[in-house]
């Protein structure tokens, strides 16, 4: 796990201490149903509050710099102790932020091909299951565009190959 700004947290540990330390969220889930005998990790970037319009932008965004130092970091840490990596997929919960006006909403679509894309080719498969963690469909003023970055969620993942979208309301 590593999150904040600056990347610098960065926790390795039993499942017990990461869960204890409040560390690991809505993709422990996923090991629940994992049925092979390999041994899994799962790397995690997160950062609450981010947008896809500015932090997650491939041309400089601290958020995708981050998330290519962690899987770097990942690679490293995992080689080191003689595991081949080998990615299996990704989850992406993100969107609320950019639900607060309508600049970032209506670039959302644009914004989440581009970042999906970038992200596969850095994990070098541009094939690798993708599940969207869809926002919230409830109304909430702080977040009038929730539809239309639903929407944008939605449409992408009927229109992707080996994507899929999942309601975490």
Do not use: C
Request: glycine share 10%; net charge negative.
């Amino acid at each position: 796990y590593r999150g904040g700004k600056d990347g610098t947290t960065f926790v390795a540990g039993s499942m017990d201490e990461m869960v204890v330390g409040n560390k690991i969220g809505p993709e422990v889930g996923f090991i629940d149903n994992f049925t092979s005998t390999n041994k899994i990790a799962i790397v995690k970037w997160a950062f609450g509050g981010t947008s896809l319009n500015s932090e997650w932008l491939t041309s400089g965004g601290w958020a995708w710099e981050g998330f290519k130092d962690t899987i770097d970091d990942a690679r490293s840490q995992l080689l080191g102790l003689n595991y081949d990596p080998n990615f299996k997929g990704i989850i992406w919960f993100q969107g609320e932020s950019d639900s607060e006006n309508s600049t970032r909403a209506n670039a959302y679509a644009q914004n989440l091909s581009s970042l999906m894309g970038a992200m596969r080719t850095y994990l070098s498969n541009v094939n690798i299951p993708l599940v969207i963690a869809g926002i919230d469909s409830s109304d909430h003023p702080s977040y009038p565009y929730t539809t239309t970055v639903r929407d944008a969620q939605i449409a992408f993942a009927n229109t992707q190959d080996h994507t899929a979208f999942v309601d975490a309301s």
